[in-house]
């Protein structure tokens, strides 16, 4: 029986097929297969990251405001470890150190993944970045692949968006004294927003720029707005630094920054429940721009006298229940928040009871 010639497609020479069984042969030896495999998977993986280089080349600018929050992660961290050995007996501070590290580790994380797809973009292969980060090309490639990138970039994408969505669209404007109050009462603020409220009508008030905010506290300009806007929650050490910068009494955003961080209510003596209490007060006060007293009257939707408010307001005294709750909802605050404070503090201080509202069904209140 005559065979055919056949032109192998690897080599271009001319071979002889052994056999008319199955499918024309496409090479003539082994080898020629094996090149051409490696020559078609060369191609593909070319091609695959010329794809690469078009989608995430628009990146680059997500990946440097990565960096940037790593820096102020890591100068942060660095601070706060300094003075480690003088954190509060009670361990809200260490805490907070604590609460850092799995946040920079995460912010590591999404920086590695997002690299690794810039890294492939630049024609380097697996192998390459298997052997920078310690680990194989198959384990890099399961690992990093374009298909975990995507989904990671879409939750950073939405922790940003959700963060700025929750934000102040504009910037908190202090209250002109006279300005009518709104009659409705409106939904309480989420607490990380009164923190970023309060710290925002501080560094407005002082009128510090963003720039002198940063040298003061050793972090970025960046980071420093998006502290003002909510998106970043700051230490304890930043918070303070930022309110004396601004001239404020660390003592009235310290609350803010409590219930920001989860760590309220506490247990305290009935002297320093009366003191915290007014400090909260202060705290709300400073996030809803200072509204005077006759605005908050006219914005609780009760009937609040001008002057227990007013006294509620500088500390003098501590009204009954139904006073504060009215006070505390007009500032978009929380009273389950500040109801155990008030319950520990009114044993020392004498209770205002004028104009307070009488319970429903002759009860009376707590």
């Known amino acids: 029986m005559k065979l055919h010639s056949m032109i192998c497609e690897s080599c271009g020479l001319a071979f002889e097929r052994t056999s008319m069984k199955g499918?024309?042969?496409?090479?003539?030896?082994?080898?020629?297969?094996?090149?051409?495999?490696?020559?078609r998977k060369k191609a593909e993986t070319n091609a695959g990251t010329d794809e690469e280089t078009t989608s995430w080349a628009r990146y680059i600018p997500l990946i440097i405001r990565m960096v940037d929050d790593l820096v102020d992660r890591a100068r942060q961290?660095?601070?706060?470890?300094?003075?480690i050995e003088s954190l509060d007996p009670a361990g809200i501070e260490?805490?907070?150190l604590l609460r850092q590290i799995p946040a920079f580790k995460r912010d590591l994380d999404d920086l590695t993944m997002i690299m690794v797809q810039h890294v492939r973009g630049r024609n380097l292969?697996?192998?390459?970045?298997?052997?920078?980060?310690?680990?194989?090309?198959?384990?890099?490639?399961?690992?990093?692949?374009?298909?975990?990138?995507?989904?990671?970039?879409?939750?950073?994408?939405?922790?940003?968006?959700?963060?700025?969505?929750?934000?102040?669209?504009?910037?908190?404007q202090a209250h002109p004294q006279e300005q009518a109050a709104e009659h409705t009462l409106q939904a309480p603020i989420e607490p990380r927003l009164q923190l970023s409220r309060a710290l925002t009508h501080l560094q407005q008030s002082s009128g510090k720029s963003v720039g002198e905010l940063a040298r003061a506290t050793r972090v970025s300009s960046s980071y420093i707005s998006?502290?003002?806007?909510?998106?970043?929650?700051?230490?304890?050490?930043?918070?303070?630094?930022?309110?004396?910068?601004?001239?404020?009494?660390?003592?009235?955003?310290?609350?803010?920054?409590?219930?920001?961080?989860?760590?309220?209510?506490?247990?305290?003596?009935?002297?320093?429940?009366?003191?915290?209490?007014?400090?909260?007060?202060?705290?709300?006060?400073?996030?809803?721009s200072r509204?005077?007293?006759?605005?908050?009257?006219?914005?609780?939707?009760?009937?609040?006298?001008?002057?227990?408010?007013?006294?509620?307001?500088?500390?003098?005294?501590?009204?009954?229940?139904?006073?504060?709750?009215?006070?505390?909802?007009?500032?978009?605050?929380?009273p389950d928040e500040v109801r155990p404070l008030w319950q520990s503090s009114r044993a020392v201080v004498p209770l205002c009871t004028a104009h307070a509202a009488s319970p429903p069904g002759g009860a009376e209140w707590p």
């Open 291 to 334: 509204p005077s007293a006759a605005n908050i009257c006219a914005g609780s939707g009760s009937d609040l006298a001008l002057e227990e408010v007013a006294s509620f307001l500088a500390g003098e005294a501590i009204p009954d229940w139904p006073v504060v709750q009215s006070v505390v909802q007009a500032l978009r605050g929380r």
């Open 77 to 83: 961290l660095q601070d706060d470890m300094a003075g």
């Open 226 to 288: 998006r502290l003002l806007s909510g998106e970043r929650q700051p230490t304890w050490r930043i918070t303070e630094q930022l309110c004396l910068s601004c001239g404020g009494d660390p003592d009235h955003i310290r609350p803010l920054w409590e219930v920001a961080r989860g760590v309220r209510p506490r247990l305290l003596t009935h002297a320093s429940a009366a003191v915290e209490l007014h400090s909260s007060l202060k705290g709300l006060h400073l996030a809803a």
């Open 23 to 39: 499918r024309p042969p496409r090479f003539c030896a082994k080898k020629c297969k094996s090149s051409a495999n490696r020559e």
């Open 94 to 96: 260490a805490m907070e």
């Open 125 to 172: 292969s697996w192998e390459a970045v298997g052997k920078t980060l310690g680990t194989s090309a198959s384990t890099a490639r399961t690992t990093y692949s374009p298909e975990r990138a995507v989904r990671r970039l879409a939750q950073i994408q939405q922790r940003t968006s959700r963060s700025a969505s929750e934000s102040p669209a504009e910037p908190v």
